[in-house]
């Protein structure tokens, strides 16, 4: 009874605390000035100048780099010395989600393919918007006119139907994912479970990444090994882990499959793989009675990352409400966690002589949308621009935070006194309701005095069309 009084009166005393918060915690910060992105600024061009170059040259990138380099050419040939002589070049092709941003994926995919130097991927893995393509890149070129097709004329109705109302009185999403699973079944189709099948049983392999939801586990799923079994519910079960892999939490609902224990069924909650990783890796199949140390060398393999979407995000002004800016944590929190993932997949092909191969869209593509949002005409936009950089702009081999032109550096200051610095493309800043900030002119015009006596930047709204 004493134990149950305290955990009550405990209770009641949390209980007042809260209800007392409102009423002695009123204070909120007051500022006249505007903030960076309304007034057209990226808070990656306010530079410290003495903080942040003491800080790169303590970092020493450049020297990083180097090292990187020497040492790498130095394990990569201690690695060819154990390697089977003669073994074909191996590649992995690892797409990361992204939503509609998947177009940019599907035209550096398809733009390999006009380029001529498109090789017969040994593995390739997605999650997300990636599962969606990851069948389409492992078949061949001769898919690439469905994928252009699906990245380029789809459109939200054909992803999804909203139901704002159950998800608000506690369904499990606000849309329903139906018009994608018809898409997905439409395109897995017998013939090409029969080419997935045969592509496996040929040594490579298809895999795509979803998230348990109730154990937080990241799954990987053998969908080559799926489809050579060709059972009643095979089919059925590839076409759930590609839309499970796609499904949002929250926005979309869990896909729900059964899986046997022992011969006991659970059934399984299955969301976006983006929850647990932005991209992921697998190595080229060995079959077991080959694995030596030797065949199991994987120097000189080709991993090539996708990312459908920009290494930073560009910034955009905040609505000062609660849902907002949790939004916006969650969407940093996603784009430093793809960063990551990177770094963590280029310091594996360092360790294991693998040659890294990345591309992202452009810091520079202004029409970048809203990955939410299936427009045709966007999406359109961002899959010319992948065709675009497979013929012009070639692979990045470093990861990021290792460009400091572009200022990828973590951004060091002491004090409140900053200088302008251009760091990278200045693009509009998305404003509220459609609206975009133009980038203020730095060199004078456009600039108005503050309280203390300082520039501040003003950038004019514009119209998003």
């Not at 998230?211 to 990987?220: L, Q, Y």
């Not at 976006?272 to 009675?289: L, N, T």
């Amino acid at each position: 009874m004493l134990h149950r009084a305290r955990r009550v009166g405990m209770t009641a005393a949390l209980v007042c605390a809260m209800l007392a918060i409102p009423a002695g915690c009123r204070y909120r910060q007051t500022t006249h000035c505007p903030t960076p992105a309304a007034s057209g600024l990226n808070t990656r061009d306010l530079i410290d100048p003495v903080a942040q170059a003491d800080t790169e040259q303590l970092i020493g990138i450049d020297r990083f780099l180097q090292a990187i380099e020497t040492n790498g050419a130095r394990r990569r040939e201690e690695l060819l010395k154990d390697a089977p002589p003669g073994r074909p070049e191996r590649h992995v092709l690892c797409l990361s989600g992204g939503g509609s941003y998947g177009a940019y994926s599907a035209g550096v995919v398809c733009g390999w393919t006009e380029a001529g130097t498109r090789p017969c991927f040994d593995v390739v893995t997605g999650i997300s918007t990636g599962s969606l393509i990851a069948p389409f890149a492992f078949l061949g070129p001769a898919y690439d006119a469905q994928l252009k097709e699906f990245y380029t004329s789809v459109t939200n109705d054909d992803i999804f139907k909203k139901q704002m109302v159950r998800g608000l009185l506690g369904g499990e999403a606000f849309t329903d994912t139906a018009p994608l699973r018809k898409k997905v079944g439409e395109f897995m189709t017998p013939q090409v479970l029969a080419e997935i099948a045969a592509a496996h049983q040929a040594g490579r392999r298809l895999i795509i990444g979803t998230t348990e939801e109730e154990g937080s586990r990241f799954i990987h799923w053998n969908i080559g090994e799926i489809a050579c079994r060709n059972g009643p519910k095979d089919r059925d079960l590839i076409v759930d882990v590609m839309v499970a892999s796609a499904s949002i939490p929250g926005v979309f609902p869990p896909v729900k499959i059964d899986v046997y224990v022992d011969g006991k069924c659970y059934t399984e909650r299955h969301v976006d793989g983006g929850v647990s990783a932005g991209m992921f890796y697998h190595p080229p199949y060995v079959p077991p009675e080959q694995r030596t140390p030797q065949t199991m060398n994987p120097v000189g393999t080709n991993v090539y990352i996708v990312v459908a979407g920009k290494l930073f995000a560009d910034p955009g002004i905040v609505k000062p409400d609660a849902l907002n800016q949790a939004g916006r944590a969650v969407s940093s929190v996603l784009s430093a966690q793809s960063r990551g993932d990177i770094q963590r997949m280029w310091s594996y092909c360092q360790v294991f002589g693998m040659n890294f191969h990345m591309t992202a869209i452009p810091a520079g593509f202004a029409n970048i949308g809203d990955a939410a949002e299936f427009d045709p005409k966007v999406m359109s936009g961002l899959f010319e621009e992948g065709r675009r950089m497979h013929c012009s702009a070639g692979w990045r081999k470093i990861p990021p935070l290792t460009d400091l032109s572009q200022g990828e550096l973590p951004q060091m200051r002491s004090g409140r006194c900053l200088t302008f610095i251009p760091k990278g493309p200045q693009l509009p800043i998305n404003g509220p309701k459609g609206m975009k900030v133009s980038p203020p002119n730095m060199m004078g015009a456009g600039l108005v005095q503050n309280q203390t006596g300082g520039a501040i930047p003003i950038g004019p709204l514009l119209p998003t069309r």
